[in-house]
Nanobody, 123 residues
């Protein structure tokens, strides 16, 4: 049973933009929070941004604040991550996550995960 499906990754030059999408279904859609995390080779999976289905409150990591925007389309059960002014250090596999967490910055709080989508930023 598919819960989260990501799309939109790819290769882009530094300074460019990409938009990631995450389509939610089933219990993942009924979660309180949706988030994006990323994991670079040899590094821990880290928080990028989160949004609440109700109210739309958002949070961002300091490393992406001002460059990335998380948004949702309730009618399509989809969450987006618009990434602008991309840097080589943004290169990672990006994961969508869903959960009923009250602490949406913590990866261990999430129940559902997508398969990940690769984002590569060349210098």
């Amino acid at each position: 049973q598919v819960q989260l499906v990501e799309s939109g990754g790819g290769l882009v030059q530094a300074g460019g933009s990409l938009r990631l999408s995450c389509a939610a279904s089933g219990r993942a859609y009924n979660s309180r929070a949706m988030a994006w995390f990323r994991q670079a080779p040899g590094k821990e999976r880290e928080f990028v941004a989160d949004i609440l289905w109700t109210g739309g409150t958002t949070e961002y990591s300091d490393s992406v604040k001002g460059r990335f925007t998380i948004s949702r389309d309730n009618a399509k059960n989809t969450v987006y991550l618009q990434m602008n002014s991309l840097k080589p250090e943004d290169t990672a596999v990006y994961y969508c996550a869903a959960g009923h967490t009250m602490r949406p910055r913590l990866k261990d709080e999430y129940t559902y995960w997508g398969q990940g989508t690769q984002v590569t930023v060349s210098s």
